[in-house]
């Protein structure tokens, strides 16, 4: 069973279309706001280690800021690489506040 830890407000959260960072135990993890759900993922593109948090969101990919490596925020794969995958965590949302599972 995976073990929820409080990640942020829904206010914090960030507006459709883009992304955020947030820091959790140690990890920064990225929060994207693709107009339909939320998605978390593990910061750090496989490209060359630019920080997805700050990157766009087109649909349902986050684009890195630094090559413009996609990935898709629910499953985590690259467009670029097939091979190539960032870690997605689950999230959930209880009242004002957002859980994710780093499991």
Known sequence: MSEYVKLTT????????????????????????????????????????GPLGQGMVDGNKIICPWHGWMFDVTTGASTHDTNARVRVFPLKVEGEEVFISLD
């Open 10 to 49: 829904t206010s914090e959260l960030p507006p459709p279309g883009e992304a955020r960072e947030f820091e959790i135990n140690g990890k920064t993890v990225c929060v994207a706001n693709t107009g339909d759900t939320y998605a978390a993922m593990d910061n750090v593109c496989l490209h060359r280690g």
